[in-house]
């Protein structure tokens, strides 16, 4: 029998070490442009590197594997890689382990392969990991949802009445969707400052970010037929970060009685590396506790929450370093991603490689865990201290908001990287 391929005892010929966020039991997938060449592939990080699964594949070093013919590594997206299904995922994921073992020679004794297939993550140009046909935002934070719900209709009607009942969530917009690092306008939109008063059309003054989580559906479903939710975490390929920034004021003014639009759909940043469902394993946890019980087809049994810490950092112009304004962790989530999964599609709606399956802002039960800044300041009735004695009620021009993520192991650390972008001022009349 193989090892488990998160087994703390394995370690690679690379040195990492054990705080590091890319050890040999994380390997996330990427797709990356190497210094010499402007054609993308998919690659896996390892400590401070990235290692070129296009080139292995062509070396003939998966042939063992159903991959050759179909090319999964040798494209700008891992959309093909996620449509071969769970078996392929497993059966690679345990090879490249396997190559990067501190006792394999392949890899470890061959300079010249070495020299070729791995390269320094400084000297690479990073890019979205899948082409997302589809990106759905779901409302999963129980917390969250009381703390919105109260600041707008009050502690007693914080939850709608069928927020226990099913994953709540909408339809985002895929195109906007950012590689992290990319810069964010600030949108512009209609917004009704005062309600005795006609709609104005501005910038949005209530800029927000969204400490989210995301899965990456692998192979999808036929039309008309529905995925169990005992077969759901057979399609889940793995979770990135994800900042859904929001326009507080202009969603405020649209969102009845359709729901979020214009003050969503200007912007989603992700991170670049993709945590395979296989590496977050030994962190699965039990979730909150879900009364009243769902419907049948959505149970199912085991833990199906995992335990990662989330952290939100900001830097202000006027700042030399970031500073870290949220602690979250993604076990505070009420409705699991499998459950997600299956509510999406309980109504035989066909979900495909590559669709993006947002969580909703995490918030958990302190105050410095929400996972927003309209519950950090609370409606910007408490404005948020920051070093240099600045505040912040909402993000300004100039702010760098930064996600990150990780899991504890024993003995090594399976981290998520960074969701990073910097607001920048708005062009409400076109380009300036």
């Known amino acids: ?47 401070d590197c990235v290692l070129d699964l296009a080139l292995l594949n062509q070396e003939g070093l998966f ?99 069928n927020w226990v009942h099913l994953p709540v969530g909408y339809h985002g917009r895929a195109s906007s969707i950012l590689p992290s690092g990319h810069d ?77 639009f214009l003050g969503k759909s200007f912007a989603t ?25 769902p419907l049948d087809y959505l149970q199912a049994e085991g833990d199906a929450a995992y335990d990662i810490a989330l952290e939100v950092d900001l830097q202000t112009p006027a700042m030399s370093a970031p500073h870290t304004i949220c602690r979250s962790n993604t076990r505070h989530l009420y409705w699991s991603m499998r459950q997600q999964l299956a509510h999406h599609t309980i109504n035989g709606c066909n979900v495909r490689p590559g669709d993006l399956m947002a969580s909703g802002t995490i918030s958990g039960p302190t105050e410095d865990s929400y996972g927003s800044m309209l519950e950090l300041s609370w409606r910007g009735e408490r404005p948020l201290s920051l070093p240099g004695e600045e505040t912040r009620s909402f993000l300004e021009d100039g702010d760098r908001v930064l996600l990150r993520g990780y899991a504890q192991g024993d003995g090594y650390r399976v981290g998520f990287g960074t969701a990073a972008g910097t607001v920048r001022p708005a062009r409400c009349g076109g380009a300036a």
């Open 63 to 161: 042939e063992a594997l159903p991959l050759r013919s179909t090319r999964p590594f040798a494209q700008s997206t891992l959309n093909a890689f996620l449509g071969l299904g769970a078996e392929a995922w497993a059966a690679v994921r345990e090879r490249v382990q396997e190559l990067l073992r501190a006792d394999t020679e392949a890899l470890r004794d061959n300079a010249s392969l070495r020299e070729r297939a791995l390269h320094a993550r400084s000297d690479v140009t990073l890019h979205l990991p899948v082409d997302v046909g589809d990106y759905t935002d779901f409302y999963s934070s129980k917390q969250h949802a009381i703390n919105v719900g109260t600041m707008f209709r009050g502690a007693e009607n914080a939850l709608k009445d």
């Open 184 to 260: 964010v306008r600030r949108p512009c939109g209609q917004t009704r400052p005062h309600d005795d008063a006609p709609p104005v059309f501005g910038p949005t003054q209530l800029l927000d970010f969204e400490l989210e989580t995301g899965f990456l559906v692998g192979d999808g479903n036929e039309l008309g037929t529905p995925i169990p939710i005992d077969e759901a975490e057979e399609h889940i390929f793995g979770m990135v970060l994800v900042n859904d920034w929001s326009a507080r004021d202009i969603q405020g003014w649209e969102y009845d009685p359709l729901g979020p």
């Open 1 to 47: 029998m193989s090892r488990s391929t998160t087994d703390p005892a394995l370690a690679s010929f690379l040195d990492v070490g054990p705080a590091h966020p890319f050890p040999i039991q994380n390997l996330p997938y990427g797709v990356f442009t190497p210094p010499d060449t402007t054609v993308p592939r998919v690659g896996v990080a390892i400590g």
């Open 269 to 293: 940043t992700l991170s670049p590396w993709v945590v395979p469902m296989a590496a977050l394993e030994p962190f699965r946890t039990a979730g909150p506790a879900q009364k009243p019980e």
